[in-house]
């Protein structure tokens, strides 16, 4: 019979405060891995909290790798009440900690037939000292069982109290050592040095995500309205054609880099917008690990740059981060209804991680922060191939081919034409009222348009444009959905942007004839 060690990796460990691992009596040999917290103390606002969150987004991910590369299983001890607490609420670093671990955990099960465990904790209070005693046994059961049928997160997901107590005895509780550095290598930051160091009388601005179909817009306009702009870009899911036009301008330069790596820009920033993100469905769900480091790594980059430059901060959020919404329209304190460990969760995760990450930097360093929560954006300069529905059907009528629905197209969307989300990110960056408010739920913004549209509508009113322009209709198919986790519903509330100034909408039949203007040519 084998005898079990178990690793617990308790997180406050990896701060070298404390921690306790279990060893059986009978050998030291390390056969899993657990990710565990003190449920006493996450309740609660507190440092614990905060490292908590911290820990989830980026050591968590670290001991999954070391996991994945010494065989070795992981168990994740999870806190239960990660539900009906938004990203920016007091409560947040614990729920979204156990959220963004979720989504890891997630990832690596799904795309890497990881070997994870998911153990659902009780929500009653059971101190750490308690914790191993009674989760040991139910751990020992789970180890044993090697093979997992189905790559399912649910498959790996236990409730504590569905798991049987058995053999108590063979394990000790000690004191951990240090056996191994869950640190990511930040001695290698990236030196941007920007062409020019001062730009005499213009606002200096640092754009992620500069060469992205909102970000090329955006840099647009800001280099129209005399704007100082450096932009970064990895191309990882756009085209270097979206920067051409822009590299005309003198007060405009393009850096190369990934911004999930350390990095810093030499010289001063007034203000940093960070747009970097895998932007649509089709991309995120093939690429869940650069989704959740450009939401997690990408924003503290990019925020430490911030705090260190002393910038105003933007953050791109999503309305990704409402989930599949039960109320409609989305107020800005509806703590949403976002799986987090399903299709979407990587990038529902990596915005409201993103947040949560937000909320730090302002709770600790009061950084000048403005979250845009972006709704469904669409206009010339998308690319025609990124697996979104404006695109898709715009794609498809030029080649005379089926508009494809999935599911029953009564889900519905709001969309937003650039030039509107545009301006409104503007406001976003240039009110000077938001740097007054106290509390970071009070900048969080949705951004878009209120008009709300099933899918079967807009597939209508694309159908009469080509009409009009081409004279003929394509059809409309509808096949089966294949992401369980895709929203019924969205529309945003835009009280909060239009106190702002906000007042112009263009309308979705304006604007898609625009687009097929656009494609058609
Ligand atoms: N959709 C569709 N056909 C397509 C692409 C998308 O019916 O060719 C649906 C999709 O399932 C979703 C909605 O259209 O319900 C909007 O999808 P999109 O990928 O544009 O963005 P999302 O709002 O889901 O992030």
Same mark, same amino acid.
């Given at each position: 019979?084998?005898?079990?060690?178990?690793?617990?990796?308790?997180?406050?460990?990896?701060?070298?405060?404390?921690?306790?691992?279990?060893?059986?009596?009978?050998?030291?040999?390390?056969?899993?891995?657990?990710?565990?917290?003190?449920?006493?103390?996450?309740? /609660?606002?507190?440092?614990?909290?905060?490292?908590?969150?911290?820990?989830?987004?980026?050591?968590?991910?670290?001991?999954?790798?070391?996991?994945?590369?010494?065989?070795?299983?992981?168990?994740?001890?999870?806190?239960?009440?990660?539900?009906?607490? *938004?990203?920016?609420?007091?409560?947040?670093? /614990?729920?979204?900690?156990?959220?963004?671990?979720?989504?890891?955990?997630?990832?690596?099960?799904?795309?890497?037939?990881?070997?994870?465990?998911?153990?659902?904790?009780?929500? !009653?209070?059971?101190?750490?000292?308690?914790?191993?005693?009674?989760?040991?046994?139910?751990?020992?059961?789970?180890?044993?069982?090697?093979?997992?049928? +189905?790559?399912?997160?649910?498959?790996?997901?236990?409730?504590?109290?569905?798991?049987?107590?058995?053999?108590?005895?063979?394990?000790?509780? &000690?004191?951990?050592?240090?056996?191994?550095?869950?640190?990511?290598?930040?001695?290698?930051?990236?030196?941007?040095?920007?062409?020019?160091?001062?730009? +005499?009388?213009?606002?200096?601005?640092?754009?992620?995500?500069?060469?992205?179909?909102?970000?090329?817009?955006?840099?647009?306009?800001?280099?129209?309205?005399?704007?100082?702009?450096?932009?970064?870009?990895?191309?990882?899911?756009?085209?270097?054609?979206?920067?051409?036009?822009?590299?005309?301008?003198?007060?405009?330069?393009?850096?190369?880099?990934?911004?999930? &790596?350390?990095?810093?820009?030499?010289?001063?920033?007034?203000?940093?917008?960070?747009?970097?993100?895998?932007?649509?469905?089709?991309?995120?769900?093939?690429?869940?690990?650069? /989704?959740?480091?450009?939401?997690?790594? %990408?924003?503290?980059?990019?925020?430490?740059?911030?705090?260190?430059?002393?910038?105003?901060?933007?953050?791109?959020?999503?309305? +990704?981060?409402?989930?599949?919404?039960?109320?409609?329209?989305?107020? +800005?304190?509806?703590?949403?209804? @976002?799986?987090?460990? %399903?299709?979407?969760?990587?990038?529902?995760?990596?915005?409201?991680?993103? !947040?949560?990450?937000?909320?730090?930097?302002?709770?600790?360093? *009061?950084?000048?922060?403005?979250?845009?929560?972006?709704?469904? $954006?669409?206009?010339? *300069?998308?690319?025609?191939?990124?697996?979104?529905?404006? /695109?898709?059907?715009?794609?498809?009528?030029?080649?005379?081919?089926?508009?494809?629905?999935? %599911?029953? %197209?009564? &889900? $519905?969307?709001?969309?937003?034409?650039?030039?509107?989300?545009?301006? &409104?990110?503007?406001?976003?960056?240039?009110?000077?009222?938001? @740097?007054? @408010?106290?509390?970071?739920?009070?900048?969080?913004?949705?951004?878009?348009?209120?008009?709300?549209?099933?899918?079967?509508?807009?597939?209508?009113?694309?159908?009469?444009?080509?009409?009009?322009?081409?004279?003929?209709?394509?059809?409309?198919?509808?096949?089966?959905?294949?992401?369980?986790?895709?929203?019924?519903?969205?529309?945003?509330?835009?009280?909060?942007?239009?106190?702002?100034?906000?007042?112009?909408?263009?309308?979705?039949?304006?604007?898609?004839?625009?687009?097929?203007?656009?494609?058609?040519?």
């Amino acid at each position: 019979m084998k005898h079990w060690v178990l690793f617990i990796i308790n997180f406050l460990y990896i701060f070298n405060t404390e921690a306790f691992f279990l060893t059986s009596k009978q050998n030291d040999h390390i056969n899993a891995l657990i990710f565990s917290h003190d449920p006493m103390l996450l309740e /609660t606002d507190s440092s614990y909290a905060q490292q908590y969150f911290f820990n989830a987004a980026f050591k968590f991910p670290l001991l999954l790798q070391y996991a994945e590369k010494h065989t070795l299983p992981v168990i994740f001890l999870c806190p239960t009440q990660f539900d009906n607490v *938004g990203p920016l609420d007091k409560n947040a670093y /614990t729920t979204e900690g156990a959220r963004v671990a979720l989504a890891w955990a997630s990832a690596y099960i799904r795309f890497r037939n990881s070997d994870i465990r998911i153990i659902l904790m009780p929500t !009653e209070k059971k101190s750490l000292i308690q914790l191993p005693h009674l989760v040991n046994p139910s751990l020992n059961k789970i180890i044993h069982q090697t093979n997992v049928p +189905e790559i399912n997160v649910e498959n790996r997901m236990f409730f504590l109290n569905d798991l049987v107590y058995e053999n108590e005895n063979s394990y000790n509780f &000690q004191n951990i050592i240090e056996r191994f550095s869950l640190e990511s290598d930040n001695s290698k930051v990236l030196k941007v040095i920007p062409k020019n160091k001062q730009s +005499e009388n213009l606002k200096r601005v640092a754009i992620t995500g500069g060469a992205g179909f909102i970000g090329s817009h955006l840099v647009k306009k800001l280099l129209d309205l005399n704007y100082y702009v450096i932009a970064l870009d990895s191309f990882l899911c756009c085209n270097k054609e979206n920067i051409k036009p822009l590299l005309k301008y003198k007060n405009f330069e393009f850096h190369e880099i990934d911004v999930t &790596q350390p990095y810093d820009i030499e010289g001063n920033l007034d203000a940093i917008i960070h747009l970097a993100s895998v932007p649509s469905p089709q991309y995120y769900y093939k690429l869940p690990f650069e /989704t959740l480091a450009t939401g997690l790594h %990408g924003t503290k980059n990019a925020l430490d740059l911030a705090l260190r430059k002393n910038a105003r901060f933007v953050f791109a959020s999503s309305s +990704e981060v409402y989930g599949d919404p039960e109320i409609s329209p989305q107020t +800005e304190d509806y703590p949403g209804n @976002a799986n987090p460990w %399903g299709m979407r969760s990587q990038y529902d995760q990596s915005k409201r991680g993103g !947040e949560t990450l937000c909320k730090w930097y302002f709770d600790n360093y *009061g950084l000048d922060i403005r979250i845009a929560r972006i709704f469904n $954006t669409y206009g010339p *300069g998308m690319n025609l191939h990124d697996g979104r529905v404006v /695109t898709n059907f715009i794609a498809a009528a030029l080649d005379r081919k089926p508009m494809v629905i999935y %599911g029953s %197209g009564n &889900q $519905t969307r709001s969309f937003s034409f650039i030039t509107n989300t545009i301006e &409104q990110l503007l406001i976003l960056l240039e009110n000077n009222e938001i @740097a007054k @408010a106290q509390l970071i739920q009070e900048r969080v913004f949705n951004i878009g348009n209120d008009e709300e549209f099933t899918i079967n509508e807009v597939a209508i009113k694309l159908n009469k444009i080509i009409e009009k322009y081409l004279g003929y209709l394509v059809s409309i198919n509808h096949i089966e959905q294949i992401d369980p986790t895709d929203p019924k519903k969205r529309k945003p509330c835009l009280n909060r942007i239009k106190k702002l100034g906000f007042n112009s909408t263009i309308t979705l039949s304006q604007g898609l004839e625009e687009m097929f203007i656009f494609f058609g040519k």
